[in-house]
């Protein structure tokens, strides 16, 4: 274990033994840092926080404050982190409150670009972007594999789908489905996120399949039980439209369309 003499450790927290500590950060009671972590200067990490491993966290980071919810009276909510994320600097992630789960949650394979932000009771699945000072509100759900551009903005309680693109400066207020891109203020679906899903080895025959989705949804003017139905139909056959239908059919908001 690496930690540097200016360092604050909490007598309680519970540190692995190969993680390093820089200068002049803070460890609060409650921690648990997994091996392989990075914890870099000016960091602080308030509990109850649990963070896995090989995460590296950069300065002025703020990981477990208390949420920023005016009904928030110091009840023991926690945060949960997964492993190999990276936090760069000035970003903020908050513990939940009472009114959800207890918990905010960070899956894993994650980078936080500088001054992001993560709100109380989120959930952030893996393999995300998070490009400088994007923002999640209270309560809101992301899915796997999706980037947020630099200043976006996601409403509190929305839901954005895996493997979805929130443009830079895109406010989403409306949820969101899986693959498709957004853009603008107020959020509205421009197109299938088709460069992403290449990346991640989706087929030209599987796009194709998911474009037929999305203009099903976004294009035909169907009601949206209507088009559920028809987009069940094509997920028994196309199993990569099933997220979308599940989607669709999970929702308790609004989508963009």
Known sequence: MAIHPTA????????????????????????VIGAGCRIGPHVVIEGPTTMGTDNQVFPFASIGAA????????EPTRLEIGDRNTFRENCTINRGTTKDQLV????????????????????VGSHC?????????????LGDWVHMGGFS??????????HAFIANNTAVTRDVPPYVMAVGRPAEP???NKEGL????????NITHIKRAYRLLDRSRLK????????????AEHPEVKPFADFLRTSKRSIVR
């Open 8 to 31: 604050l450790v909490a007598p309680d927290a519970r540190i692995a033994a190969d993680v390093e500590i820089g200068a002049y950060s803070v460890i609060g009671p409650g921690v």
């Open 67 to 74: 949420p920023q919810d005016l009904k928030y009276r110091g």
């Open 224 to 235: 949206r039980a209507d088009a559920g139905e028809q987009l069940d139909a094509m997920a």
């Open 104 to 123: 905010t949650r960070i899956g894993s394979d994650n980078l936080f670009m500088a001054g992001s932000h993560v709100g109380h009771d989120c959930i």
């Open 198 to 205: 290449k990346r991640r080895g989706f087929t030209s025959e």
């Open 190 to 192: 421009h197109s299938v």
């Open 153 to 162: 903005g996601v409403h509190q309680f929305c839901k954005v789908g895996a």
């Open 129 to 141: 972007v998070f490009a400088n000072y994007a923002t999640l509100g209270g309560h809101v759900v």
